[in-house]
């Protein structure tokens, strides 16, 4: 049976949550096994106002943040993007397996050209063994700036949670705001070589809150019963920052990470990157508190440039009991969180190491127990020569640069996935990505004299179901800092983090692999290492990048191709007729 969602009027994000609740609410979908959704994506110019600025954004059906898209795990998912504007646009559904349809994936000039003006393109994929809350978003420049929206997978039909139903649910995303347009932002960097100017405002559902000037009614607030329990999905979908979030006087549980349910622990604060996603259980007052509470993020930063250090905030506010004894709730005393530091790297080291895979009977952690490749890479900052005749603002007049084992990927003018399934990789990319670093160095101490980066196209081919172990390493080359890596087509298991340089002799045998954490994106330690295994059991091209859009730009990226298997199930399936062509 299909479901057909044309929700292309203005709608404020209140009332998207207040129709997406009503519909859980009616029982949503109350449908047979394996639906079929259709929803319509127009990109439009929308007006917006924040900050008292005024401009025009790029938008889905002219909501930011988009419309949540809402399926159950098991569907089919259709979503027709039309291109209104003069930018060129894709869109990533963010997490989302895409298994065997790498086509639908999403990155600009890697499974996909991008959608041109007045042009359309269809996304097709089935949501196969995943349930939670993911992302979709632009994946194409800085688009996603203000093109993002919330993927609510919920269980199949006649399925529960592993945890007590909740009394109602609602998304909490994290945007950035620029008073300029970001591709603007992004433009001048490029052209200067220095670092990007940084974000005005971090918003909550699209509102930056009463901390920021000019928007005092521009404010989040999420309005609760005493004594309930609330599911929040909590989406990262900001730029260029990993953000801290805490609600005042309230401990949140987290159940489910990526779209994988973890086993349950609390915390007063919670450490999202850009894309990532977590549901969290939030228990209210047993009784009417006399008080509002707000819930803020703010950045969690350790590179050596700027960043946006401000603060967004909503507001928890209990609804009023009838009692005439009460405070009206604009004279209730309000409390404020306290967050870690800025550079609160040891907050962030505990808080990752208390994620764990669910890792039951019917959540396995299938961890890769032998592994057919490993690999080591660097990440991090680098430079690359100023053109000459012309002044530049990077490290000691050079450009900034970003590499993988030292390289700075360079996107092609046509589609990877295009050049690998026609078989015309000719001039477009190399297969000789290389496994570990060209130089070895000491990677996280004094810097070497050389920062320059060698800009190339170039990927990794693995064999069907070849079992990974990746370590990637942070370099300290232009200052250390955190990267939140994403891996598109796959989840992975968290199997090991530490600091300093990444020992084979030593590490491995600290290694997790009972019941580490499964995600699609996971911050490389400032001045450290993650290690990773994953199974390569879904044929295509898959792009790999840090998931702050500068570093992106500046090439930290590379791409996987996984081969065909043998069996009809196992491979690639024809690219769609309504593909993009470059």
């Not at 499974?111 to 349930?131: A, K, L, V, W």
């Not at 050596?304 to 009838?322: C, K, M, R, W």
Request: hydrophobic letters at 40%; proline letters at 8%; one cysteine or more.
């Amino acid at each position: 049976m299909a479901v057909t969602f044309h929700l292309v009027g203005e709608m404020s994000f209140q009332n998207q949550l207040f129709v997406f609740c009503t519909l859980l609410l009616l029982g949503f979908p109350k449908l047979a096994e394996g639906a079929t959704r259709h929803y319509t994506f127009n990109i439009d110019y929308h007006n917006l106002t924040r900050l008292c600025h005024t401009r025009s954004v790029l938008s889905v059906n002219k909501q930011v943040p988009g419309l949540p898209l809402v399926a159950r795990e098991g569907d089919q998912v259709l979503v027709k993007v039309v291109n209104h504007v003069s930018n060129n646009v894709t869109i990533h559904w963010h997490g989302i397996r895409q298994l065997r349809t790498a086509w639908a994936d999403g990155p600009a000039y890697v499974t996909q050209c991008p959608i041109r003006t007045n042009q359309s393109y269809t996304y097709n994929f089935t949501i196969t063994g995943q349930r939670g809350t993911l992302l979709w978003h632009a994946h194409i420049s800085w688009l996603r700036s203000s093109i993002y929206g919330a993927i609510i997978i919920l269980p199949r039909r006649n399925e529960s949670y592993p945890f007590a139903k909740p009394y109602k649910e609602v998304p909490i995303i994290f945007g950035e705001w620029f008073n300029v347009d970001p591709e603007a932002v992004i433009a001048q960097a490029l052209q200067t070589g220095g670092g990007p100017n940084v974000s005005d405002a971090y918003t909550i559902n699209g509102l930056p809150g009463p901390l920021y000037n000019c928007s005092s009614k521009d404010t989040f607030k999420l309005k609760v019963k005493p004594g309930k329990t609330y599911l929040l999905r909590i989406i990262n979908a900001a730029l260029n920052d990993e953000l801290f979030f805490s609600i005042a006087n309230h401990t949140l549980t987290v159940v489910e990470t990526d779209a994988v349910y973890t086993k349950p622990f609390s915390a007063d604060h919670l450490l999202i990157t850009p894309g990532q996603t977590m549901n969290v259980l939030l228990a209210t007052k047993p009784d009417f508190p006399n008080s509002t509470f707000l819930m803020e993020a703010r950045a969690y930063f350790t590179g050596q440039g700027t960043f946006d250090n401000s603060t967004v905030a909503g507001i928890l506010e209990y609804s009023h009991p009838t009692s005439s004894n009460y405070l009206s709730l604009d004279k209730l005393p309000l409390y404020k969180p306290t967050l870690p530091p800025i550079n609160g790297t040891a907050f962030v080291t505990n808080f990752t190491r208390q994620l764990r895979s669910l890792a039951n009977s019917k959540f396995p952690a299938n961890v890769p127990q032998k592994v057919d490749r490993k690999f080591f890479f660097t990440v991090g900052l680098g430079s690359t020569p100023c053109p000459k005749n012309t002044t530049c603002q990077g490290p000691n007049g050079t450009k900034f640069a970003a590499a993988v084992n030292n390289i700075s990927f360079a996107l092609p003018s046509v589609a990877l996935l295009q050049a690998y399934f026609f078989g015309q990789s000719n001039g477009v990319y190399t297969d000789d990505f290389p496994a570990n670093p060209p130089v070895p160095f000491n990677y996280t101490g004094p810097p070497p004299n050389n920062t320059m980066v060698t800009n190339a196209t170039k990927a990794v081919v693995l064999a069907y179901n070849t079992s990974v172990e990746l370590v990637m390493q942070d370099t300290s080359i232009l200052g250390a800092e955190s990267h939140p890596l994403h891996l598109h087509g796959f989840n992975f298991f968290v199997v090991g983090q530490g600091f300093g340089n990444y020992d084979p002799n030593k590490d491995p045998a600290k290694f997790n692999l009972v019941d580490p954490i499964e995600r699609n994106t996971f911050g490389v330690p400032a001045g450290g290492w993650v290690a990773i295994r994953f199974l390569a059991d879904n044929p295509g091209v898959w792009f790999m990048h840090c998931h702050l859009d500068v570093h992106t730009t500046w090439g930290l990226r590379m791409a996987w191709i996984v081969l065909d298997g043998p069996q009809p199930n196992q491979k690639l399936l024809p690219p769609p007729s309504d593909l993009p062509k470059c």
